[in-house]
């Protein structure tokens, strides 16, 4: 039998193009056509009575347009078609890496109730959360320290106080010491502003914080939850019964009702974060993301921020044991906005393109050592990592089979 007819197209919007690609699972043959529609707006294929239509992820001008099939008897097409100039003008604002993180504070409507996606047990009460705000980036302490430090208006002052304070010190001057103390205790004022480095934004009661991935709620805003230095069934519902080590910096979260993990809680902010693929929440403008949306627009915020297009994907373990047998996905991000569509999905889906492979964690932890590793850390809870890797290779059979794999790495997709 026959294996079905596949088809997928995705915009190219740096060169103005379509690359469209066909398989038909048996050699093209009279009986084989590829037309674009008059309107220019969609691709049909037709090949041994089958007829399949595809919504081109952009309008192109080519409408009522015949494809020509260049390699007769060939089961694998492919052309570049030229986009409707007017209307990729008019649709360009779609494809651009402007696109806001899902779920960001706008979108979550005051004193909606939170619940655990999977089974709806309440996790965060109706009107319990009277303002959501987003939180900033990763980097936001260390912008401000240094900010505040070098403004433009006193970089001649500061200039001329380190100059002092070096010929202070070069002749034995007491008061160089008094230089260093007043930079300690300026540190300390940012650090009472909330600027230095060391700072970090605290759980309040009543406010929801947003992250890219996370909500952060305060633990007395929070119920129906499980906290554990593992899984589940060591766990407790008061935290307080828990034996902490020294050096335990978080705890799982989990749903008392269907023991899905949600998060963690975090001792250094006393806050908990759940993740948001796994809750579910009244929003204005976005159905609930998924781990696709949320990881995408993490990779766009860190090459925004660091400059690198190659991440290293950790699940979040506090058994280093357990951490070295961990599997990582090592990604490189190829184009962080791209419109795909494909038969298998049916629709027009705003992507990032990226190269993926599994490596262990010891590989991984020996390249982040490496003083020139131009790859960031992103961690995820362990599940989410297998998700992940479930997706990829999902979004990996979609793309022309040529096209799947580039040397040890594989081709995948991550929804924006």
């Known amino acids: 039998m026959d294996s ?12 103005r193009q379509i690359s469209l690609a066909v398989s038909l699972g048996s050699p093209s043959d009279g009986s084989t056509r590829i037309t674009v529609t008059a309107d220019g707006k969609d691709v049909e294929v037709r090949h ?44 360009h604002g779609d494809v651009a890496d402007g696109r806001p993180a899902p779920w960001s504070a706008t979108d979550l409507e005051a004193g909606s109730q939170v619940a655990c996606r999977q089974c709806q047990s309440v996790i965060v009460a109706r009107n319990a959360i009277q303002v959501w705000k987003d939180l900033p980036s990763d980097n936001w302490a260390e912008m401000m320290e240094f900010w505040h ?25 007491p008061e160089g010491e008094a230089d260093d103390q007043n930079a300690k205790a300026n540190e300390k004022s940012l650090a009472a502003r909330g600027y230095g480095a060391s700072s970090a934004i605290s759980a309040q009661q009543g406010v929801g914080f947003v992250d890219l991935t996370t ?79 949320c990881l995408a627009t993490t990779l766009i915020a860190t090459i925004s921020r660091s400059g690198s297009s190659k991440s290293l994907i950790m699940s979040i373990s506090e058994s280093a044991a357990e951490s070295s047998a961990d599997t990582v996905i090592h990604i490189w991000v190829l184009n962080s906005s791209i419109v795909y569509s494909s038969t298998a999905t049916a ?25 020139s590793c131009d790859a960031q850390e992103i961690n995820l809870p362990a599940k989410a990592l297998g998700d992940v890797v479930r997706l990829l290779d999902e979004s990996n059979g979609l ?18």
């Open 347 to 371: 629709r027009c889906t705003p992507a990032v393109k990226l190269l993926y492979r599994l490596i262990q964690r010891d590989e991984a932890d020996r390249m982040l050592e490496v003083v």
């Open 399 to 416: 793309l022309p089979v040529a096209e799947r794999v580039f040397k040890e790495w594989k081709v995948g997709l991550l929804s924006r």
């Open 149 to 173: 430090c070098h403004k433009p208006d006193d970089a001649e002052h500061h200039s001329h106080g380190h100059e002092a304070h070096d010929r202070r010190a070069e002749n034995g001057n």
């Open 215 to 293: 909500l952060l709620f305060a633990e007395s805003d929070c119920q129906a939850i499980t906290f554990s230095l593992s899984g589940y069934a060591d766990g407790s519902r008061n935290r307080q019964d828990l034996v902490l080590g020294s050096k335990t910096r978080a705890l799982n979260v989990f749903c008392s009702s269907c023991q899905s993990q949600l998060g963690f809680f975090n001792f250094r902010t006393a806050a908990i974060a759940l993740s948001k693929w796994q809750l579910s929440c009244k929003s204005i403008s976005e159905a609930s993301p998924g781990i696709s949306e």
């Open 48 to 91: 041994r009575g089958e007829v399949h239509i595809l919504r081109l992820p952009a309008k192109i001008a080519l409408g009522s347009a015949l494809l020509p099939i260049t390699r007769p008897g060939a089961a694998a097409l492919s052309w570049r078609l030229p986009l409707d100039q007017d209307a990729f003008a008019s649709q």
């Open 4 to 15: 079905p007819v596949s088809i997928y197209a995705e915009l190219l919007s740096n060169i």
